[in-house]
C-alpha cells in the first residue's frame, strides 16, 4: 500500500486535493505569473477551506486575467468593482486590494532584481520567522500562515510531504540543487 502525507489521507476521496497534492504542492515554480497566482491564491485561502479556492481555481485565473501580473497591476477602480461582484471568486474587498498591491509591489522588486523569483532565490534560504518579517515588510495581506503555505507550496520552505509520501521524491528531483540543501 502507498503511503500518502496525511493531507491526503484524511480525505482519500477528494480528488481536487489528491491531484493539487501530486502535482503541485511543493514543487518549485519558475514563472513569475505563476509564483504570483499561488501568492493570491493563498491569500485568498485565509478563513476558508483549501478545497473552496481548488474548485475556484479556474474562476480567479480568469478574473485575475490569468494573473499577470503587469495587467493587474493597472487594474482600476472598475476592475476592483468587477471584482467584488463576481461570485466566481472570493469577494473580499482586502483579498482584491492585496492582489492590486502586491502585483505593483512585484513590479517594484522585478525593477531591482529582474523578477520576483530572483528575489525570492536570493533571500533564499530564511527560517519561516525572517520569511513572514521579508513579506511582511514588502507586501500587503501577508501574515504568518499564508506567507508559510506560499513558501511551502513553492518549495522554498521544507513540510509540503511526509519523507516517505512518493510525492516527496519527485518534488526533491525538481528542485535545483542549492533548494535541496536547505
Not at 156 to 168: N, V, W
Amino acid at each position: 500500500m502507498t503511503t500518502y502525507c496525511d493531507y491526503c489521507n484524511n480525505n482519500p476521496e477528494d480528488t481536487f486535493n489528491k491531484n493539487y497534492h501530486d502535482t503541485q504542492y511543493g514543487f518549485p515554480l519558475d514563472r513569475d505569473d505563476e509564483l504570483f497566482e499561488r501568492l493570491i491564491l493563498e491569500i485568498n485561502q485565509a478563513g476558508l477551506s483549501w478545497i473552496t479556492i481548488l474548485k475556484k481555481a479556474g474562476n480567479f485565473r480568469k478574473a485575475y486575467h490569468g494573473f499577470k501580473i503587469e495587467k493587474i497591476a493597472e487594474y482600476t477602480e472598475k476592475d476592483r468593482t468587477r471584482l467584488l461582484a463576481d461570485a466566481g471568486i472570493i469577494r473580499n474587498r482586502l483579498k482584491v486590494n492585496a492582489a492590486i498591491v502586491n502585483a505593483q509591489k512585484i513590479l517594484e522588486l522585478k525593477k531591482e532584481h529582474g523578477s520576483f523569483k530572483n528575489w525570492l532565490d536570493k533571500n533564499h534560504p530564511l527560517t519561516k520567522e525572517e520569511w513572514t518579517k521579508l513579506f511582511r515588510k514588502t507586501f500587503v495581506f501577508t501574515g504568518g500562515e499564508i506567507v508559510n503555505e506560499f513558501l511551502m507550496s513553492t518549495g522554498y520552505l521544507p513540510g509540503a510531504h511526509q519523507k516517505d509520501c512518493p510525492t516527496f521524491k519527485k518534488v526533491a528531483a525538481k528542485k535545483p540543487a542549492w533548494m535541496r540543501a536547505s
